[in-house]
């Protein structure tokens, strides 16, 4: 398990991080994009994608969410980044897709198959478990739950 | 006796977007099959039961109907960079509304500049509040029957989209707080089976057996949503504003014999409504913690129009009469595994114009307790039972609550609903 923040200033910080907390007790989740995808990804950024209000990447491309269904890590980054349990982010793109404001996560049953669909989907985002293998890819990583705008994130 | 004035309807007006969309979707459709561009699809039915104890609300509920269906497709395009089209057609069937009657639902082009700047042209869903966009697809929620005094089943046409254009994105304001908006300009449709000339006829329509809509049109609406998202996550404060313009109506028919004023009893009418205009402002909050969600949502509205009645063959002076009305909810959800349950509890007071007749003040209280339950993914159902207070969403435009006797009511509502 990664370590959580700590001594956060203030009151919303506080109640933020217990937010982040009671979801998310383990943080081995690691995002992954296809390798044409230059694109410097920031933890503001990531957020938006997974709540739906940034739907391209800066070269137009259209993001295209990839996760492996019924998997513990996918739920621990989306727990991570949108607050959401994995139903409740369902019903939430639920409500983007259905009213025509975005298009669903595709969700896959093995890691090949979702690695498969990020190598030939020019905009895919997929998300899986730290220490599954993800080699020809260009990976997002964050080190710890910082909910901050100014946060460093760390990818390559 | 002066006869009824045949306009051009909204619902049967050659509007240039209906002349267009057929080539529309075929070129569309092409563009995304031919090239292999990225395309989506889903939909969803439904079917449903309503039973109450007393009253037929929505449907003819007292004796127990399933005339409660839904069903949607709906795709999303991306034939370009920062491009998409997003479409759905939606049939339903509540008690006299709908009869499977395909619509579209929406279908509008949408070019994304950035995440702080979109504009959508075309048939557009109306951002009004939680759920004006969402109130077709009742599996993102988990009860059946939206607020019955904020949400109105029955206004599907004219409340859920307008034929026009919109604005939207997304501003970060400050740390970890963003500004949502989405502002729209454009024209809706009046149904003149709809729930709109349903409310707006109630009263009268308890003393003429044979009132008929004539005529029923709108020109502009337009209106706007912000949501403020404040860096605790999940936590969301709304303000909506909307605003229909120009809406005229028109019904004429006769005054039955037993009617309260002896000299009108019998005579026949036509009665129009001007210029009659429709102002909305909703204030709502929404927060999610785990596996709980509070929501609550206040609606203001007040109307306005010029009033003209020819009764028998006298026509009286035109009247500017004015109406207003106030609905709120607050909800609270929990989930349990694979479980939704959500209590509810809503008003609703209108002060209606006198038509003809002085108004009775309408009202209604509402307690309703829900539960879903998630079977698959793509197949939930739905229980719910509510406890009424009240007769202010009674419609009677099809005879359907001919005599109102009785204030405390029960509504029991099940639903199935498939989604793919």
């Not at chain 2, 400050?174 to 500004?179: R, S």
């Amino acid at each position: 398990m990664r370590p959580q923040a700590t001594t956060p200033t203030n009151l919303r910080r506080a109640l933020a991080f217990l937010v982040v907390l009671g979801l998310s007790l383990s943080l081995s989740a690691k995002a992954f994009v296809n390798a044409s995808n230059q694109e410097a990804i920031d933890e503001e950024r990531l957020k938006l994608i997974l709540i739906g209000k940034e739907r391209f990447w800066h070269s137009g491309t259209e993001v295209a969410i990839a996760l492996l269904k019924d998997d513990a890590h996918s739920a621990d980054t989306l727990a991570r980044y949108s607050d959401m349990t994995p139903s409740k982010f369902r019903n939430y793109w639920r409500r983007i897709a259905f009213s025509g404001r975005g298009k669903l996560p595709r969700t896959f049953n093995t890691l090949e198959e979702l690695r498969r669909y990020v190598r030939e989907t020019e905009g895919a985002l997929g998300i899986v478990a730290e220490d599954d293998a993800i080699a020809g890819f260009r990976l997002i990583r964050f080190e710890a739950p910082t909910l901050s705008k100014n946060a460093a994130p760390s990818s390559r | 006796m002066k006869s009824c004035p045949v306009r051009p309807s909204a619902s049967t007006s050659s509007h240039p977007l209906r002349r267009f969309l057929p080539l529309f979707i075929v070129l569309l459709a092409f563009d995304c099959l031919a090239l292999g561009r990225e395309f989506e699809f889903g939909g969803f039915i439904s079917t449903g039961y309503l039973k109450s104890s007393h009253y037929n609300y929505l449907a003819d509920s007292e004796e127990g109907t399933t005339a409660f269906t839904e069903m949607g497709l709906h795709g999303s395009w991306t034939p370009r960079k920062r491009t998409t089209v997003n479409g759905e057609i939606f049939a339903f069937e509540l008690g006299p509304y709908g009869n499977y009657e395909p619509k579209i639902d929406y279908l509008f082009l949408d070019y994304n500049f950035s995440h702080q700047f979109g504009i959508q042209i075309g048939r557009v869903n109306r951002e009004f509040g939680l759920y004006t966009h969402l109130k077709d697809i009742d599996i993102t929620r988990a009860s059946i029957l939206l607020p019955m005094g904020t949400y109105d089943h029955r206004y599907r046409y004219n409340s859920s989209a307008v034929e026009g254009g919109a604005a939207y994105g997304t501003f970060g304001i400050l740390e970890d707080t963003y500004l949502d908006y989405f502002a729209y300009l454009g024209r809706s449709e009046v149904n003149e089976d709809g729930g709109l000339v349903g409310y707006a006829l109630t009263n009268l329509s308890r003393h003429s057996d044979d009132l008929a809509i004539c005529a029923a049109n709108s020109k502009t609406t337009f209106g706007g949503q912000l949501w403020l998202n404040p860096s605790l996550e999940r936590f969301r404060v709304g303000l909506g504003f909307s605003r229909f313009q120009d809406i005229h109506l028109a019904a004429d028919g006769n005054f039955n014999p037993d009617f309260p004023s002896p000299f009108l009893a019998g005579q026949g009418f036509l009665l129009e409504a001007n210029d009659l205009n429709v102002s909305n402002l909703q204030l709502s909050a929404e927060y999610a913690i785990g596996n709980w969600t509070f929501v609550g949502e206040k609606l203001w509205t007040d109307t306005d129009f010029q009033f003209t009645a020819l009764i028998g063959s006298t026509l009286n002076p035109p009247q500017d009469l004015v109406s207003d009305s106030q609905s709120w909810y607050l909800s609270v959800e929990r989930q349990f595994g694979p479980f939704q349950t959500t209590l509810t509890y809503s008003e609703e007071s209108n002060n209606s114009a006198r038509i003809v007749l002085p108004a009775p003040p309408r009202t209604s209280k509402d307690l309703q307790l829900a539960l879903r339950y998630d079977i698959y993914d793509f197949w939930s159902m739905k229980a719910e039972i509510h406890d009424i207070e009240g007769t202010g969403r009674l419609f009677n435009q099809f005879q359907q609550n001919p005599v109102l006797d009785e204030s405390d009511w029960t509504l029991l509502a099940l639903k199935s609903t498939f989604s793919y």
